[in-house]
C-alpha cells in the first residue's frame, strides 16, 4: 500500500532556529502533498497544499514567509520552520494525495513534534 | 459556517458496547467523501471508513460502520463490540470533489474512551 514517510517524528529546538520536516512518498508519486498543524486536543488545520514543481497555495492567516514548503520532485515534499518560537511548538502532519491509495486517496505521514525552547 | 461539526468533545463508553460518534456536513457539491479517521496517542492519523455521496449503502468495516444520512447531512460512526484499544481520538473528514488537489477537511474530534 501507500506510505509516506516522515521525518523527525519529534524535535526540540531552540527559540530563532529554523526546522526542516520531511515527507518523502516511498512507492507512489505524490503530486499533491498537504500539510496540517495540530495542537493538543485539536482539530487538524490545513495549512498549504504543495504540488509538485510549483509554488504551495497557503490557507488564510498561515504565514508562507515563516512556514516554507517546497515540492521539488513527485516523492519529496519537505515544510521549513523560520525562526521559530514557542508558539510554533505544534504537531505537523503531511498527507499526500494518490488515486491508488487503499484508503481513498489519502496517505498520512506520522507527523512531527515540534517542540521550540 | 463549519464545513464537518463533531458536537460530542468526549464519549465514555464500557467494553464490548456499541458506540455512536456523530458528525453532520455542509457542503453544495454533489460530489463529495466522507472519512473517518483514528488517531491513538502517538499521533498517527489511522483511516476507519469511507463513504462516496454517491454510494447507496452505508459503508462497512469490520467493526466499524457508517450510519449515512444523506438528506440530514450526516455521516455517523458506529462501533460494535467497543475493545479497550478504541480508546483514541476520533475525526469525521469530508473530500468536497474529486480534484486532486482536493484536501480533507477535518472536524474537531471526539475523544472516546473505553472503559473495562
Known amino acids: 500500500g501507500a506510505v509516506v514517510s516522515q521525518h523527525p517524528s519529534w524535535v526540540i529546538c531552540k527559540s530563532g532556529t529554523s526546522v526542516k520536516i520531511e515527507c518523502r512518498s516511498l512507492d507512489f508519486q505524490a503530486t499533491t502533498m498537504f500539510w496540517y498543524r495540530q495542537f493538543p486536543k485539536q482539530s487538524l488545520m490545513l495549512m498549504a497544499t504543495?504540488?509538485?514543481?510549483?509554488?504551495?497555495?497557503?490557507e488564510q492567516g498561515v504565514e508562507k514567509d515563516k512556514f516554507l514548503i517546497n515540492h521539488a520532485s513527485l516523492t519529496l515534499s519537505t515544510l521549513t520552520v523560520t525562526s521559530a518560537h514557542p508558539e510554533d511548538s505544534s504537531f505537523y502532519i503531511c498527507?499526500?494525495?494518490?488515486?491508488?491509495?487503499?484508503?481513498?486517496?489519502?496517505?498520512f505521514g506520522s507527523g512531527t513534534r515540534l517542540t521550540v525552547v | 459556517a463549519q464545513k464537518i461539526t463533531q458536537t460530542q468533545p468526549g464519549m465514555f463508553v464500557q467494553e464490548k458496547e456499541a458506540v455512536t460518534l456523530d458528525c453532520t456536513y455542509d457542503t453544495s457539491d454533489p460530489s463529495y467523501g466522507l472519512f473517518w479517521y483514528k488517531q491513538p496517542s502517538s499521533g498517527e492519523m489511522i483511516f476507519l471508513i469511507y463513504q462516496g455521496s454517491y454510494d447507496q449503502q452505508n459503508a462497512t468495516e469490520g467493526r466499524y460502520s457508517l450510519n449515512f444520512q444523506k438528506a440530514r447531512k450526516s455521516a455517523n460512526l458506529v462501533i460494535s463490540a467497543s475493545q479497550l484499544g478504541d480508546s483514541a481520538m476520533y475525526f469525521c473528514a469530508m473530500r468536497e470533489g474529486y480534484q486532486a488537489g482536493t484536501a480533507l477537511i477535518f472536524g474537531k474530534g471526539t475523544t472516546l474512551s473505553v472503559s473495562s
Open positions: 504543495s504540488n509538485e514543481g510549483s509554488k504551495a497555495t497557503y
Open positions: 498527507s499526500a494525495r494518490e488515486s491508488r491509495a487503499p484508503s481513498y486517496g489519502y496517505t
